[in-house]
């Protein structure tokens, strides 16, 4: 059982950081895909960045190419989303989530993966 657990979320001014951290405090994240993906109030929910088990290539939303980097160690069982140069339009619930299968199949697509966290809010004030 793969059971994902956020942090890092806060408030933090236009132009800031922070690092959101996914634990996954089930069994190991074996051959599984992560994904963070971000949902705003009233809005559908959408994919940010994605990194497979191995830790090489990397995908990002177009909305945060360059500023966010996806990254994971998996001796900590821990995947990184490092977000930079924050917008007011970043604030959302950040969720990360596992996906098994070929890395590239549905990689965008939220239905495609199979656990979830319970999400942290990240607010970005202007």
């Known amino acids: 059982q793969v059971q994902l657990v956020e942090s890092g979320g806060g408030l933090v001014q236009a132009g800031g950081s922070l690092r959101l951290s996914c634990a996954n405090s089930?069994?190991?994240?074996?051959?599984?895909?992560t994904g963070w993906f971000r949902q705003a109030p009233g809005k559908e929910r959408e994919f940010v960045a994605a990194?497979?088990?191995?830790?090489?290539?990397?995908v990002y939303a177009d909305s945060v190419k360059g500023r966010f980097t996806i990254s994971r160690d998996n001796a900590k069982n821990t995947v990184y989303l490092q977000m930079n140069s924050l917008k007011p339009e970043d604030t959302a619930v950040y969720y990360c989530?596992?996906?098994?299968?070929?890395?590239?199949?549905?990689?965008?697509?939220?239905?495609?993966?199979?656990?979830w966290g319970q999400g942290t809010q990240v607010t970005v004030s202007s």
């Open positions: 990194i497979p088990w191995s830790g090489g290539n990397t």
């Open positions: 089930g069994r190991t994240f074996g051959t599984y895909a």
């Open positions: 989530a596992a996906k098994s299968g070929l890395y590239y199949r549905g990689i965008r697509d939220p239905m495609r993966y199979d656990y």
